[in-house]
Nanobody, 118 residues
Framework: QVQLVESGGDLVQPGGSLRLSCAAS????????MDWYRQAPGKQRELVAD???????NYVDSVKGRFTISRDNAKNILYLQMNNLKPEDTAVYYC????????????WGRGTQVTVSS
């Protein structure tokens, strides 16, 4: 059974840093892209960053230069290092992966709350 469990969310002041983690289990994730999404109150869920199995990364423009996505394939952990946080980064952050089964299936964690406020 595939499980994704996020952790690391917290209340932080503007300009602060957090590192989110996503512990993945139940499959071999190393060959597949994994992603971080976020959803702020009243807004649609948006893709923040993704990383391929080989380590290539992409970011939404609003976090480029501030966030870094990485993965430890040996431990099946996905990370999101967030620096210089801004109030507009406040959201629930979700870990996501799509895996091939009989068809491609999307798996999501339950999310971790990040609040940036003074």
């Amino acid at each position: 059974q595939v499980q994704l469990v996020e952790s690391g969310g917290d209340l932080v002041q503007p300009g602060g840093s957090l590192r989110l983690s996503c512990a993945a289990s139940g499959a071999d994730f190393s060959r597949y892209s994994m992603d971080w999404y976020r959803q702020a109150p009243g807004k649609q869920r948006e893709l923040v960053a993704d990383i391929t199995g080989g380590g290539s990364t992409n970011y939404v423009d609003s976090v480029k230069g501030r966030f870094t996505i990485s993965r430890d394939n040996a431990k099946n952990i996905l990370y999101l290092q967030m620096n210089n946080l801004k109030p507009e980064d406040t959201a629930v952050y979700y870990c996501h992966v799509s895996l091939p089964r009989a068809r491609w299936i999307d798996y999501w964690g339950r999310g971790t709350q990040v609040t940036v406020s003074s």
